[in-house]
């Protein structure tokens, strides 16, 4: 939005590239620089406070698949950012709302229940991350066909809401109505 603003977001849609790509790259280089800092501050608070904190190896795979995931709901964002313009309070509601979702404990219901949450953005993958860290039994087969149903699924849905917004907005003509 503040992109939009600036008219920065007029340029992308000038470049010689696809928005689809520019925006993918975008998102690449911002979750990169997100994660050195985030690492860089970990390695730092646990140097300083003398606590080393052991990850299972297997959270490699939910926290990549995740980030699938994250890509999916950025770019259904940025539709949404260029469908209606003004959606930053939205956002950020609707943020408070999700992480009441993500803070449900799905891996301890059993049956259709924790079935569902495989179609809720990154539900499976928190709940494997949760059940790896407290060491606790869990269906490794289960929880990453759920992942990756789950990111294989918010993917598509992103990537084709956002072809359809790109197109809207490039035959109507409304990117510049900020």
């Not at 770019?75 to 993500?102: D, E, H, M, N």
């Amino acid at each position: 939005m503040n992109n939009a603003k600036s008219g920065i977001l007029e340029q992308q849609y000038l470049m010689p590239i696809s928005t689809k790509r520019l925006f993918l790259n975008k998102s690449i280089v911002n979750m990169l620089m997100s994660f050195v800092q985030a690492i860089l501050i970990l390695i730092l608070v646990m140097f300083f406070t003398n606590h080393w904190i052991k990850f299972p190896a297997v959270m490699v795979i939910p926290f990549l698949l995740a980030l699938v995931v994250t890509v999916g709901l950025g770019y259904l964002i940025v539709s949404l950012v260029l469908r209606f313009k003004r959606i930053g309070s939205t956002l950020i509601i609707f943020q408070y709302i999700y992480l009441g979702v993500l803070l449900i404990n799905f891996e301890n219901y059993n049956g259709i229940t924790k079935y569902l949450s495989c179609f809720l953005p990154i539900c499976p993958m928190v709940s494997w991350m949760r059940l790896a860290i407290n060491n606790r039994t869990y269906n490794i087969a289960f929880y990453l066909g759920g992942s990756l149903f789950n990111a294989v699924l918010w993917l598509l849905i992103g990537l084709l809401v956002f072809n359809l917004t790109d197109r809207y907005v490039k035959k109507n003509g409304t990117l510049s109505l900020y």
